[in-house]
């Protein structure tokens, strides 16, 4: 069964740092494009970063230049370090195998920045 | 960037009602388009992608049209069990989510 458990999240405060995990289990992440995509509460989904097989990222300008999207292949599992946290990234973030589509999705972890 | 207008962004419906839900994007993305239903606490699932094809296993009620700048997302006998909130995604130029449709049983 394909399967993506998301973990990490948690209480933050703004300026700080998190990193989310995003482990894989009935097919092989670095053969596949993954996303992230995060929810803030009340809100519409919001694309935040993609990291193919190849190993090219890209991420939404919203993020850009403090998130960093990566993989460990012994692992089956993939990242997003989350740096200069800020109000505006209060979310729940989401871990999805694709690129052009999003599927399967992860259930989410939530991330609060607030002092 | 690529603008997705969905209409309308709430929607309360019969069961056993047809309910259709567009999609608007600010440019031409040809077929670039996917449709997802998200229960309330849940993950987004996909539905339908290519603006048309049907996900395995989902319901034969459900139905997607369209291409270039305008879309449509059909359910033709609206059920209990599809209550949800509904989104398209265009990948044409990275990737945008529409705002949303809340569907809600009348």
């Known amino acids: 069964e394909v399967q993506l458990v998301e973990s990490g999240g948690g209480l933050i405060q703004p300026g700080g740092s998190l990193r989310l995990s995003c482990a894989a289990s009935g097919f092989t992440v670095s053969s596949n494009y993954m996303s992230w995509v995060r929810q803030a509460p009340g809100k519409g989904l919001e694309w935040v970063s993609v990291i193919y097989s190849g190993g090219s990222t890209y991420y939404a300008d919203s993020v850009k230049g403090r998130f960093t999207i990566s993989r460990d292949n012994s692992k089956n599992t993939l990242y997003l370090q989350m740096n200069s946290l800020r109000a505006e990234d209060t979310a729940v973030y989401y871990c999805?195998?694709?690129?052009?589509?999003?599927?399967?999705w992860g259930q989410g972890t939530l991330v609060t920045v607030s002092s | 960037d690529i603008q997705m207008t969905q209409s309308p962004s709430s929607l309360s419906a019969s069961v056993g009602d047809r309910v259709t839900i567009t999609c608007q994007a600010s440019q031409d993305i040809s077929n670039y388009l996917n449709w997802y239903q998200q229960k309330p606490g849940k993950a987004p699932k996909l539905l339908i992608y290519d603006a048309s094809n049907l996900e395995t296993g989902v319901p034969s009620r459900f139905s997607g049209s369209g291409s270039g700048t305008d879309f449509t997302f059909t359910i033709s006998s609206l059920q209990p069990e599809d209550i949800a909130t509904y989104y398209c995604q265009q990948y044409d130029n990275q990737y945008t989510f529409g705002q949303g449709t809340k569907l809600e049983i009348k």
């Open positions: 999805a195998r694709g690129a052009s589509r999003f599927d399967p």
